[in-house]
């Protein structure tokens, strides 16, 4: 119950733009685990709009009502990009 609370503190005041890339950038400073290659993967793109307004079916069916997420970060949506180290930076966020 701390952690989680202490997590909604930490996004909260994050948050000085309450919007969806403010959410973003308040998950980057705020979730440890993935704080740093998500700072990385954002820092190395003109925009990050692949999290973004995703639509996501919510049944078995295809054309079926779907679900609108605002940010949704999850693996299948990490586009690939290397930096000039040759470290994959999408590679790492997509395994944190």
């Known amino acids: 119950m701390f952690e989680r609370n202490s997590m909604r503190a930490g996004l909260s005041i994050s948050m000085v733009n309450k919007d969806k890339e403010?959410?973003?950038?308040?998950i980057t400073?705020?979730?440890e685990e993935v704080g740093e290659p998500l700072r990385k993967y954002i820092s190395s793109k003109d925009n990050f709009n692949e999290f973004l307004n995703i639509?996501?079916?919510s049944g078995d069916?295809?054309?079926a009502?779907?679900?609108l997420f605002d940010v949704?970060?999850?693996?299948e949506?990490?586009?690939s990009i290397k930096n000039n180290d040759t470290e994959d930076i999408s590679i790492r966020?997509?395994?944190?």
């Open 55 to 57: 639509s996501y079916p």
């Open 77 to 79: 949506r990490i586009v």
């Open 72 to 75: 949704l970060i999850d693996s």
């Open 65 to 67: 009502d779907k679900i």
């Open 29 to 31: 400073e705020t979730i």
């Open 93 to 96: 966020l997509r395994y944190t």
């Open 22 to 26: 403010g959410a973003i950038h308040a």
């Open 61 to 63: 069916k295809a054309d």
